[in-house]
């Protein structure tokens, strides 16, 4: 119940492509859903998040879109650069607090 | 710096001594949080503080690793009796809270201390 899963483990895009990384999880008690993106050598830093009283979150290029119903959350990168490539996380908890990191997507973005 | 910062950023031991990892979180956040990331897989939950109180301590392994907070600022996680197992890097990060005592939900993550168990 606890486990976040998220899929692709690495994808490969061209400049311009649109990448999607799908989560999926199990605990209808959690609220808040986030997104974090790591580049090699550094910590996870938040890059969007998104609470579940709403569909779709936009900010910039990246968007978050939430399936309440299928318990189910996407990232999807518009216009990918090659400065975004780094490993994303997605993540979920309770009250924001204590939160269960997926396995991780390397993202690829080639010029 | 204003981030998180972890000490010492590497640590070679030998199987059976402890260790002691420092976190100085970003000045004025409330909640500090321990996780372990394995090379490829996502920070692993270990515990959490508000302050000086540890308000979950379920994801620490075992009775080896304890953390403590004593004035609400600087961390300590400790791990004693180290063995190949407890190799990897060990993430602290810090989080603000909203005047109503609600979580922001950001972590601040810092660099991290990379473990290795000879």
């Known amino acids: 119940q606890q486990q976040v899963k998220q899929s692709p483990q690495s994808l490969i895009v061209q400049k311009g492509g649109i990448p999607i990384i799908n989560c999926a999880y199990e605990?209808?008690?959690?609220?808040?859903f986030p997104w974090y993106q790591q580049f090699p050598g550094k910590g996870p830093a938040l890059l969007i998040a998104?609470?579940?009283?709403?569909s779709e979150k936009k900010e910039g290029r990246f968007t978050i879109s939430f399936n309440k119903s299928a318990k189910q959350f996407s990232l999807h990168i518009m216009d990918s650069q090659p400065g975004d490539s780094a490993t994303y996380f997605c993540?979920?908890?309770?009250?924001?607090?204590?939160?269960?990191f997926g396995t991780g997507t390397r993202l690829q973005v080639f010029p | 710096g204003a981030g998180v910062s972890q000490s010492p950023r590497y640590k070679v031991t030998k199987r059976g001594q402890d260790v002691a990892l420092r976190c100085d979180p970003i000045?004025?956040?409330?909640?500090l949080y321990w996780y372990r990331q394995a090379l490829g897989q996502g920070p692993e939950f270990l515990t959490y503080?508000?302050?000086?109180?540890?308000?979950?301590k379920s994801g620490l392994p075992n009775d080896r690793f304890s953390a403590e907070r004593p004035e609400g600022s600087i961390s300590t996680l400790t791990i004693q009796r180290t063995e190949q197992r407890d190799s990897a890097m060990y993430r602290c990060?810090?989080?603000?809270?909203?005047?109503?005592?609600?979580?922001?939900?950001?972590?601040?993550f810092g660099e991290g201390s990379r473990l290795t168990v000879l």
């Open positions: 990060a810090s989080s603000p809270r909203l005047a109503g005592g609600r979580n922001t939900g950001e972590l601040f």
């Open positions: 605990n209808t008690a959690f609220d808040y």
């Open positions: 998104i609470r579940p009283d709403v």
């Open positions: 993540a979920a908890s309770m009250g924001a607090d204590k939160l269960i």
């Open positions: 000045s004025g956040h409330v909640s």
């Open positions: 503080f508000n302050y000086e109180a540890q308000q979950d």
